[in-house]
Structures are given as structure tokens and as C-alpha cells.
């Protein structure tokens, strides 16, 4: 089983960008999918999730600039974010977890991705 997570880079404050993260070795239709952050020196940070409704949840910080969406058929699961700020500077990963509602804890998610980096210069 394996999250493979893609699409970050750098970018200006204002900017946008879209990260994508691709599962293999397993359907991942029914679990909830996340994205979480990090920096160095940090816990880790939930940040979005999405269910396998479709239903979704976001943290404070993420609210009105990005957006989680899925793609089941291509078990695939993507984080647009606009409105970029340097305090989005972070890497970035994907997770997986089987359990039917959302949760906000690493703990919860089975697998996870590799992360991405993702820095907004100012």
C-alpha cells in the first residue's frame, strides 16, 4: 500500500497550489483521507479531510482558501490552496483512514504519504 503525494514547490504569498496525492495497492473508496502538515519542530498539523461521502472538514487555518476533493475511481485525493500565505510553509502529507467518520488525530490514519514541500516566500 502506498501514498504517493505530489504538487508541491514554491510560491509567492497570494499564490496558489494544487497538491495531489495517489494511492496504490489498495481501494481507498471507503476510507477518509487527509491532509496534514509539519514543520520542523512541530507536531504534525491536521489540516483537511474528506470522507468517502464526500463529506469534508477543515481546520480553522484552511477555511475559505482550500479545498479537498477526491476522485474514487482514480483513488486519488487532491488539496487546492489559494490565497497562500508564508505561514503555510510546511511539508505536506497525505494519510488514509479506515474508520467511516472524520478524525483530526495522525494516530487515526493507517498509511501515509511521503509529503511535499510547500513553501510561500513573502
Known amino acids: 500500500v502506498q501514498l504517493q503525494a505530489s504538487g508541491g514547490g514554491l510560491v509567492q504569498a497570494g499564490g496558489s497550489l494544487r497538491l495531489s496525492c495517489a494511492a496504490s495497492?489498495?481501494?481507498?473508496?471507503?476510507?477518509?483521507l487527509g491532509w496534514f502538515r509539519q514543520v520542523p519542530g512541530k507536531e504534525r498539523e491536521f489540516v483537511v479531510a474528506?470522507?468517502?461521502?464526500?463529506?469534508?472538514y477543515y481546520a480553522d487555518s484552511a477555511k475559505g482558501r482550500f479545498t479537498i476533493s477526491r476522485d474514487n475511481a482514480k483513488n486519488t485525493v487532491y488539496l487546492q490552496m489559494n490565497s497562500l500565505k508564508p505561514e503555510d510553509t510546511a511539508v505536506y502529507y497525505c494519510?488514509?483512514?479506515?474508520?467511516?467518520?472524520?478524525?483530526?488525530?495522525?494516530?487515526?490514519?493507517?498509511?501515509w504519504g511521503q509529503g511535499t514541500q510547500v513553501t510561500v516566500s513573502s
Open positions: 494519510a488514509a483512514n479506515p474508520r467511516t467518520y472524520i478524525t483530526t488525530n495522525p494516530p487515526d490514519y493507517y498509511y
Open positions: 495497492g489498495r481501494t481507498f473508496s471507503s476510507y477518509t
Open positions: 474528506i470522507k468517502w461521502s464526500g463529506s469534508t
